[in-house]
């Protein structure tokens, strides 16, 4: 079974811009999270999408959103860029069926760097 | 944002030697997880404890699930030089819940 994917693994953007990251869950997964992670940070929570619903947010600005497809894939957006938004962004895959504390299983991030 | 603290930051160690490192949080959480990260990856789920108590082993790995379930330790026994990277915990508050909070990572040098 093929893993969590995410595109693009490495992206450029200067401040001010708008970028647009994609995962592709595990197949037959249909909760996504996002986590951002920075030196300085650690990783943080972002948020939850789960049949196509954000099901939980972490405290991030607004400039943050994401969404998820009928296909369980997501995107995640950050608008007007700030060099602080400079991280490996991280998303995780989990089946979430009812009741079940379903584990993450995470794709290799995508390094954003805000120049 | 909230995290939980996690000890030491690095550890440098030789080849063979045991390894242990722990979790502690203010807060009570329902799950704890041990993962480890390589460069250039995301991290790898290596043990999950679901239970106040519980001592699980995976392989050279032992962790377990304090009984206040405010900490959770991981220890990994005679490494090896693919156990270098850096290992987080990571809590979970709300069963069902995907939201994780995690550690700040203990990076793990290993001398051959």
């Known amino acids: 079974k093929a893993g969590v994917t995410q595109t693009p693994r490495y992206l450029i953007k200067t401040r001010g811009q708008q970028v647009t990251l994609s995962c592709s869950p595990i197949s037959g997964h249909r909760s996504v999270s996002w986590y951002q992670q920075t030196p300085g940070q650690g990783l943080q929570f972002l948020f939850e999408y789960f049949s196509e619903t954000q099901r939980n947010k972490g405290n991030f600005p607004g400039r943050f959103s994401g969404r998820q497809f009928s296909n369980s894939r997501s995107e995640m957006n950050v608008s007007t860029l700030e060099l602080g938004d400079s991280a490996l962004y991280l998303c995780?895959?989990?089946?979430?069926?009812?009741?079940?504390?379903?584990?993450?299983?995470f794709g290799p991030g995508t390094r954003l760097t805000v120049l | 944002g909230q995290q939980l603290n996690q000890s030491p930051q690095s550890m440098f160690i030789q080849e063979g030697e045991d390894v242990s490192m722990n979790c502690t949080s203010s807060?009570?959480?329902?799950?704890w997880l041990w993962y480890k990260q390589d460069p250039g990856e995301g991290p790898v789920l290596l043990i999950a404890l679901y239970k106040a108590g519980e001592l699980t082993s995976n392989g050279r790995l032992t962790a377990q699930f304090g009984i206040t379930r405010k900490d959770s330790f991981l220890n990994i026994s005679a490494s090896i030089p693919s156990d270098v990277g850096i290992y987080f915990c990571a809590g979970r508050q709300i069963q069902g819940a995907q939201k994780l909070v995690f550690g700040q990572g203990t990076r793990l040098t290993i001398n051959p």
């Open positions: 807060s009570i959480f329902n799950t």
């Open positions: 995780a895959s989990s089946q979430k069926t009812a009741g079940g504390d379903n584990e993450q299983f």
